[in-house]
């Protein structure tokens, strides 16, 4: 069993819907969790990160951390074609540890 | 924000050549550098961690002499495939991390390098 786990989509929605996005892991010593959006042949970008349990918002992007479920999950919301990526959780033990990532998932935003 | 270059972006070399891939952190210093491998439509795979001045630390199954890493300073990191071989095309990509958190300064990855050998 991986300790990440992320449904590798491809999620197909129209133009100015939700988004929703989610992993789960089995280690609980894991306290920093971030939400990467790679595009094709290019590194991942940053887009939300979350310390402990707790909501964070941030423009269109919503991250949700239940560290009692193990869950986290990363909403989009009013999504963009521009918003077709594939998005990757990852988390950490420490600040400056090795992240693990989840195996991402593929997402596509239909006009 | 944090930047971290990563060159070159595409290299394309012979059977048994040795190839050098850099990563740089332009505006913070990168106390720790990570190297990851990705397969097509797959995730990163952690290769191995790097501390300036310190031996890399490999993951499991990576052959640390044919994946030779140098972190001689704190803004420069470098990754060597040496005598290179078709199964080892794949695209590289590394992260720096300032050591200070989950922030903008925390992790933040290169763009990438992507490997065909011939």
């Known amino acids: 069993q991986k300790e990440v786990e992320q449904d590798p989509g491809p999620l197909s929605v129209p133009e100015g819907a939700i988004v929703s996005l989610n992993c789960t892991y089995s280690?609980?010593?894991?306290?920093?969790f971030m939400w990467y959006r790679q595009y094709s042949r290019k590194g991942p970008e940053l887009l939300m990160y979350t310390y402990s349990s707790g909501n964070k918002e941030d423009g269109r992007f919503t991250a949700q951390v239940d560290k009692s479920s193990k869950y986290i999950s990363l909403f989009i919301r009013d999504s963009q074609p521009s918003d077709s990526a594939t998005y990757l959780c990852a988390m950490s033990k420490a600040a400056g540890n090795k992240l693990t990532f989840g195996g991402g998932t593929r997402v596509l935003v239909k006009p | 924000g944090a930047v971290v270059s990563q060159h070159p972006s595409r290299v394309i070399c012979k059977s048994g050549t040795s190839v050098k891939i850099e990563c740089r952190s332009l505006d913070f210093q990168a106390t720790t550098m990570f190297w990851y491998r990705q397969f097509p439509k797959q995730s990163l795979m952690l290769m191995a961690t790097?501390?300036?001045?310190?031996?890399?630390?490999?993951e499991q199954g990576v052959e640390k002499d044919k994946f030779l890493i140098n972190h001689a300073s704190l803004t420069l990191s470098t990754l060597t495939v040496t005598s290179a071989h078709p199964e080892d095309s794949s695209f590289y990509i590394c992260s720096a991390s300032s050591g200070q958190g989950a922030g903008n300064y925390g992790y933040t990855f290169g763009s990438g390098t992507r490997l065909t050998v011939v």
């Open positions: 790097s501390n300036e001045g310190s031996k890399a630390t490999y």
């Open positions: 280690n609980s010593a894991f306290q920093y």
